[in-house]
């Protein structure tokens, strides 16, 4: 029958093909008419769209800027897919009256199935791949409870709801309206709160509530198409065209929608990331893996037969950032917002087209239908969220009924839903092959078919008795359903979306506190004063000298963007201000005192702003390669943690578990290495014996081990072929007596061995050596097995072998017998003596990689919390918060810094290696920069800088296999890197003469306070304790620094808060103490103890005046160290240096000189060629202003420096034409700054500040 119908087929195309050939004109004329018509218009369509969409996006953006200072203007912002709807349906009505114009440039049918493949893997891996992780993470609990529990009740009671409908409350039969009506309510189930969460983030605020929303709506998506496919398919089991469902095939059905798909988006996620991992800083590459993958995972989903949506947001959540290459991740985000941009704008305008052309007629009925379900919608969503609220209220997150009405009102329907009732119209005909309009013929066709199959099986009943929906009108019902998705799809959109702001304002959930008002008043202060010293600046510039600086001041003013909130006089005037409320004296707002809340609100949005700036700075440290993903990861995972919790900062207990080793690996190395080196042969004794010396020196040589671990190896065949042996074997008798024979003579050789043994060690020291007990105890069991097997198989028979051999195959093949040699596989454990150093090494791999791990961990959260530490005076202008700020910060990196001495004393290796891969990086991204800048100035072609490029894009690829321990340099190499000796032989073996070697012991005190200068040391081994004035000896900025006290916008600051002058800090190996005495021969001003030994190169006072008599600039030289190291800290407190880096710093300052001011020569002028001046020791009085001290930047408005009370000052001069920084990692360009970028020769100058 089949054949036949393939000939037919076939000679029905070839008839065809030969009947063209005789068609008349008029049929050669309506053929090439309908060619015309066939023209890739859809093409057009879809481009026009994408086109219309981005207009449309910026008018709507434009008239949302427009309205929004209008007092209804929130009710006025309409969402972009609500016009996109509305713009498909009006292009779909104008094609139904002009269908020759326009409908051949519209796609109105399109293959559900397509429809599905093409547009929801964009949208749903998207939504996966850009969420919050810490947050969905931490919101899981309620994100589960929405999206499934609360799922299945939406959907029932949707389901129940549906019944108003009329075409499907009539549905004759019971089991399928169940089944009708539970598929219309998952489809209505699946939520899309795009319009919410985006203005939630917008407006900046309840990042916990936006997050929740979108992971709800990422797991509801998947969840809504598992259960709609399941009852679909309950649904086409009712028909006799399908297969029915028994009750174990239905719990088959639901696990695998449910688990396979998460599964295989797992699988994919880590094939994906150890793809990524190989690629290194090539966007167009890892940017198409994630593309394929996102595709090839919801493929591979919908082939396995389960929800290719599941699979899709595992992959999302599942796949590896730290695959990803940093300078990538940012274009990756953007490319794949676009896409899902695009995706909804397509889906939104055929969607809208689809529900014109599927709909016949649309009457008040229906209208009236659609509001009831949109009411009873919006209530039945209230109602599953208000069931789950105290449980929800029970996980961690703090939650009130304002975020439930938030959550209900956000709970917009969309993309999702209008594709399932798009996909769901596709099987009208599938199941109703017959009694529709759509395909009827095909379907026809069918029916014959099935009845003619029927026949010739002797069935004359029929189909219309087995088949319980031959009433139903599937076609209509189905085409309302998809009506009413659309609709509520607009109403929740036009209506809910267009209204949450309004509603978020009503609730209060967007009023700024007063708290945000005092930080943004600050931030517009700091900003004036920039433009301030700016206009200074550039009032001296010969070019822009007669500029209308009027003009200019009037158009950069910077406004206070909260001027027309009702307490911003008060904020703004900083103290008291009476509030009138209806006419009558108010309550008094007082900004600065701590015992109202407004300190409090104050002190929290203080530490908020802290935290965010910490977690800038990791990842900036992320972008830069400094920290991997991971590690960027814990840190700002450990910022989110405590963010959540009012009042606390960063947890250290919570970074220490990056670095602290526990678990099973050190037990089982401990275990091992105890076990390995229980004894050590260099502490065996030989015997007296002249033989038996000769015997203990071949016991105990590697020779003989090497032997005997090669006859074990051996000894794998037999033990093999023992078990493969079969009584079918030809001559299987043989091969049983050589086996045993075999056997017979490996236990002779490990008989001999122990002989061995106990004749050259005695039995003493053989017994005392654990491995040679565990030889002992194999060689037991080998006796052990030789006699059981020879019990069984012999059968009593013993010392007749001849019989032994003819014993029954059976019993010498048996299953209790191969049982019982299995025993001598245990020989093999005896090669564990030449495993063991192997599994220790590995171990000893695994750990130092999770130490190096949290030692770069670490080394980053200072690294923060120094750059944050300069920012904090920044964050807030009240001295109290300010003091409590520093104290956290200065508390948690002490703590850190110590922690990170300690694991360098303990294990150097892993602090060499992380210093050496950083410093390693470092100078490969100023390489790169560098040869940027030359390709921007001219010197180098496109060409020639991409293969320069690409020469340390491979430097920079290797990175990533850098290993996890390097030894520590010998102690002279640290003599040769100090900055100020490095390059100078004659200096380095002065050095070299001169300097002492010192120990130390933990709890020893190096020097203390007030002690004259007796010389510097230089820190070989260990870790120290300052305690003291540090100014000088870190790289840190004291709160109480005179260059640097904030703007006071109130009441005076207490002086009572003001932080003291003692400090502490811990410093490592490689840095230098004493400089600052010894340059200014003044007494010490901190004590230094040792908190680890400690071994230092002491070079005298006196040793040190002779080199600086017989080094000319060696004095000049240690000065820019120093004043590198000071006015660092100034530099980045400075607005416009605060997006740089310090190694960007370092390179800035190296490019200036050191000036020394004294009475003779008792004052220096701001010239064209001067920039910046830094004071670094002493005081100066600058013209019409009070003497100030070190440390302090002077800018060119200062004009002019003199000496102040002191015997002389030093000075760091930036000069004009040595500017280092002109420019970011980013591309964005420093303001009015011409300059060239310092040679890669400067960078390691910029090595010598202090180390961990």
């Not at 219309?184 to 983030?201: E, R, W, Y």
């Not at 408005?1197 to 002109?1222: M, N, Q, T, V």
Request: glycine share 6%.
């Amino acid at each position: 029958m089949s054949q036949f119908s393939t000939v037919s087929s076939v000679l029905g195309s070839t008839t065809s093909n030969v009947t063209y050939n005789f068609t008349t004109e008029a049929d050669h004329s309506e053929a090439v008419e309908q060619q015309e018509h066939n023209h890739p218009y859809h093409i057009l369509f879809i481009f026009g769209s994408c086109g219309f969409g981005a207009v449309l996006r910026i008018l709507l953006r434009k008239w949302a800027t427009f309205v929004g200072d209008w007092k209804w203007g929130s009710l006025m912002k309409l969402p972009y897919t609500v016009f996109l709807l509305i713009i498909g349906m009006v292009v779909a009505a104008i094609g139904v009256q002009y269908p020759e114009e326009i409908q051949p440039y519209l796609i109105r049918e399109m293959d559900p199935e397509l429809f599905l493949h093409v547009f929801l893997p964009v949208v749903i891996f998207e939504s996966a791949y850009v969420i919050d992780h810490h947050v969905f993470w931490r919101s899981i609990g309620h994100v589960s409870l929405l999206s499934v529990p609360g799922l299945l009740m939406a959907t029932i009671l949707t389901a129940l709801l549906s019944l108003c409908i009329p075409e499907i409350a009539n549905i004759g039969n019971f089991e399928v309206k169940v089944y009708v009506c539970l598929i219309f309510g998952s489809i209505i189930s699946a939520t899309d709160p795009v319009a919410v969460v985006a203005l939630l983030k917008d407006l900046g605020g309840q990042k916990y509530l936006g997050t929740i929303i979108e992971g709800e709506a990422l797991l509801n998506d998947g969840a809504a198409i598992v259960v709609f496919k399941i009852f679909l398919e309950l649904l086409k089991s009712m028909t006799p065209y399908f297969d029915s469902l028994s009750t174990w095939s239905t719990i088959l059905l639901v696990v695998q929608q449910s688990l396979l798909g998460p599964l295989i988006g797992w699988l994919v996620a880590r094939i994906g990331s150890f793809i990524l991992q190989k690629i290194y800083n090539d966007a167009l590459a890892e940017i198409t893996v994630t593309l394929s993958l996102t595709y090839i995972t919801f493929y591979v989903g919908e082939v396995c037969k389960t929800s290719g949506v599941l699979a899709v947001v595992t992959l999302g959540l599942a796949l590896d950032r730290a695959s990803i290459t940093p300078q990538v991740d940012h274009f990756l985000h953007r490319f794949w917002e676009m896409l899902a941009y695009l995706a909804n704008t397509l889906i939104f305008v055929i969607v809208g087209i689809i529900i014109i052309n599927h709909m016949e007629e649309i009457t008040f009925l229906d209208v009236g239908h659609l509001l009831i379900l949109y009411i009873g919608t919006t209530i039945i969503r209230a109602v599953s969220i208000f069931c789950f609220f105290p449980a929800m209220q029970r996980l961690g997150i703090d939650l009130n009924w304002r975020h439930v009405l938030v959550m209900t009102w956000g709970g917009l329907r969309g993309a999702v839903g209008l594709t399932l009732a798009i996909y769901l119209n596709s099987y009208i005909g599938a199941l109703q092959p017959y009694g529709t309009s759509f395909g009827s013929v095909n379907h026809e066709h069918h029916k014959r078919s099935i009845d003619d199959d029927h026949h010739d099986d002797g069935h004359d009943d029929g189909l219309d008795d087995l088949d319980p929906t031959k009433d139903v009108e599937f076609d209509k019902i189905f085409q309302k359903i998809l009506m009413h998705t659309g609709g509520i799809v607009f109403l929740t959109l036009f209506i809910n979306a267009s209204t949450i702001e309004a509603v978020l304002k009503k609730l209060g959930m967007l009023d700024i506190t007063n708290a945000q008002q005092v930080s943004m008043l600050n931030a517009v202060n700091r900003i004036q004063n920039d433009l301030k010293r700016s206009v200074g600046v550039l009032k001296y510039d010969r070019f822009l000298a007669d500029a209308k600086w009027s003009m200019v001041e009037e158009m950069t003013m910077v406004e206070y963007p909260y001027k027309d909130l009702p307490t911003a006089g008060a904020v703004a005037a900083g103290g008291s201000v009476s509030l009138k409320d209806d006419g009558t004296e108010g309550k008094q707002l007082q900004i600065y005192s701590s015992m109202d809340n407004t300190f409090k609100d104050l002190l929290e949005e203080a530490r908020l702003r802290m935290i965010t700036a910490l977690k800038m700075s990791y990842g900036k440290q992320y972008s830069t390669g400094m920290l991997t993903d991971q590690e960027a990861r814990v840190l700002i995972a450990a910022a989110d943690t405590a963010a959540d919790k009012p009042g606390e900062f960063i947890d250290i207990n919570v970074i220490r578990k990056s670095w602290e080793v526990t678990g099973i690996l050190p037990y089982i190395k401990g275990k091992l290495e105890d076990w390995m080196y229980s004894r050590k042969t260099n502490s065996l004794v030989p015997p007296r014996n002249r033989q038996l010396r000769k015997i203990f020196r071949l016991v105990t040589g590697d020779k003989f081990e090497i032997m005997m671990q090669c006859i074990i190896i051996i000894n794998i065949v037999p033990i093999i072929l023992d078990f493969i042996v079969d009584e079918t074997w030809e001559n299987v008798d043989s091969w049983w007596l050589a086996l045993q024979l075999t056997n017979g003579v490996f236990i002779l050789i490990y008989c001999a061995e122990v002989g061995l043994k106990l004749a050259g060690l005695g039995n003493k020291q053989y017994i005392k050596s654990r491995w040679n007990q565990f030889d002992v105890l194999i060689l037991i069991i080998c006796f052990v097995e030789l006699i059981i097997d020879f019990v069984l198989v012999s059968g009593g028979n013993t010392g007749n072998l001849v019989k032994t051999v003819k014993t029954t195959k059976v019993i010498k093949f048996g299953k209790v017998t191969k049982t019982i040699r299995m025993l001598r596989a245990t020989r093999l454990l005896r090669l564990s003596k030449t495993i063991m150093p192997r599994m220790v090494d590995f171990i000893n791999k695994l750990i130092n990689k999770k130490l190096s791990f949290g030692y770069n961990v670490g080394k980053g959260f200072i690294t923060a919390e120094e750059e944050v530490n300069k920012l904090i005076i920044s964050i807030s202008e009240n001295s109290k918060i300010q003091a409590k700020l520093m104290e956290a910060s200065d508390k948690n990196r002490l703590e850190v810094t110590r922690e990170m001495g300690l694991l360098q004393r303990d294990h150097p290796g892993i602090a060499i290696s992380v210093k050496t891969k950083n410093a390693v990086r470092t100078i490969l991204n100023h390489s790169r920069d560098a040869i940027h800048q030359l390709c921007a100035g001219g010197v180098l072609d496109e060409n020639e800088m991409q293969l320069l490029e690409r020469g340390i894009e491979i430097k920079l690829k290797r990175q990533t296999d850098f290993p996890s321990t390097v030894a520590p340099p010998p102690p002279e190499d640290l003599l040769e890197n100090v900055f100020w000796i490095k390059g100078n032989n004659d200096l380095l073996d002065y050095v070299k003469l001169n300097a002492v070697c010192m120990d130390y012991d933990y709890g020893d005190i190096i020097m203390q306070e007030d002690d004259l200068v007796d010389g510097i040391h230089i820190i070989v081994y260990g870790m120290i304790k300052l305690y003291g004035s540090l100014h000088g000896h870190i790289q840190h900025l004291r709160l109480g620094s005179e260059s640097h006290k904030p703007i006071k916008l109130g009441s005076s600051q207490d002086p009572e808060t003001e932080k003291g002058e003692e400090e502490e800090d811990f410093l490592g190996s490689g840095n230098i103490i004493g400089e600052i005495g010894l340059l200014t021969k003044c007494n010490r001003t901190c004590t230094i103890t040792c908190e680890t030994a400690v071994q230092t190169y002491f070079i005298s006072t006196e040793d040190m005046e002779k080199a600086f008599i017989q080094f000319p600039d060696l004095k000049q030289t240690m000065w820019k160290v120093v004043a590198i190291r000071i006015s660092a800290p100034l530099f980045l407190e400075n607005l416009e240096y605060q997006g740089f880096g310090l190694e960007q710093i370092h390179l800035h300052l190296s490019m200036g000189y050191i000036k020394e001011i004294t009475p003779a020569n008792p004052s220096i002028h701001f010239t064209d060629s001067i920039v910046e001046i830094a004071l670094i020791h002493g005081s100066v009085k600058p013209i019409h202003a009070e003497e100030i001290d070190a440390p302090f930047l002077f800018l060119p408005e200062y004009k002019s420096l003199k000496l102040g009370d002191c015997d002389f000052a030093i000075l760091l001069i930036i000069p004009r034409d040595e500017r280092a920084l002109d420019y970011v990692d980013s591309g964005i360009r420093m303001r009015h700054r011409p300059s060239r970028q310092p040679s890669i020769g400067m960078v390691p100058a910029l090595l010598s500040p202090r180390e961990l």
